[in-house]
């Protein structure tokens, strides 16, 4: 069973510039989570897919957005790129992103490492 | 202030040693997860407890959820270096739906020398 994949890996670009990052969950799973995380921050919640429909967000701004497609694959966007926006984007899959007893059970993927300069 | 207090941050020891991850809050959690980072890659999945007081064994490892579930600890007997990794506790708050929110602590960077 082929895990989540996130491409691409690595990614430079310039303030003010925009950025797509694609997730392609475990097969099966309709539920795409994605997060950032950076040195200081560690890891923070962006948002959640399922069924096409985000049915959670974090407290990110705006310009971070992202939409599923209908064989749940999902991209995020981020906008207007400011220096800080330099982290991990980490996507994770799951079933049904809510399991037995509030329990997430998250299969993240290796990340795309976005540089911003 | 975060929100899961995860102690220490920095955990530099010799294979054989034993050790201890901490992981707090002031709040209850439902269920609670310990996930290991390798660079360059993402977090996986060690264990979930979701019942006060329970008690986990993965090998050499130990996790237990506090009683009042607000904490939890990660215990390593006789460390090898492919522990080596970062350590991180994650959470999903009591009540209300959470669909796809992990809320993570800041991370244990162990090191294991041999």
């Known amino acids: 069973k082929a895990g989540v994949t996130q491409t691409p890996r690595y990614l430079i670009k310039t303030r003010g510039q925009q950025v797509t990052l694609s997730c392609s969950p475990i097969?099966?799973?309709?539920?795409v989570s994605w997060y950032q995380q950076t040195p200081g921050q560690g890891l923070q919640f962006l948002f959640e897919?399922?069924?096409?429909?985000?049915?959670n967000k974090g407290n990110f701004p705006g310009r971070f957005s992202g939409r599923q497609f209908s064989n749940s694959r999902s991209e995020m966007n981020v906008s207007t790129l400011e220096l800080g926006d330099s982290a991990l984007y980490l996507c994770?899959?799951?079933?049904?992103?809510?399991?037995?007893?509030?329990?997430?059970?998250?299969?993240f993927g290796a990340g795309s490492r976005l540089t911003v300069l | 202030t975060q929100l899961l207090e995860q102690s220490p941050q920095f955990l530099s020891i010799q294979e054989g040693e034993n050790l201890t991850v901490y992981c707090n809050s002031s709040?209850?959690?439902?269920?609670l997860q310990w996930y290991r980072q390798e660079p360059g890659e993402g977090p996986v999945l060690l264990v979930t407890v979701v019942t006060g007081g329970e008690v986990k064994k993965l090998k050499r490892l130990t996790f237990q959820f506090g009683d009042a579930r607000k904490d939890s600890s990660l215990h390593i007997t006789a460390a090898q270096p492919g522990d080596t990794g970062l350590y991180l506790c994650a959470g999903v708050r009591a009540g209300g739906t959470s669909y796809g929110k992990l809320t993570f602590g800041q991370g244990t960077i162990l090191t294991v020398h041999p």
């Open positions: 709040s209850v959690f439902s269920s």
């Open positions: 994770a899959s799951s079933g049904t992103g809510q399991g037995k007893s509030g329990a997430n059970v998250l299969t």
């Open positions: 897919y399922f069924s096409e429909t985000q049915r």
């Open positions: 097969s099966g799973h309709r539920s």
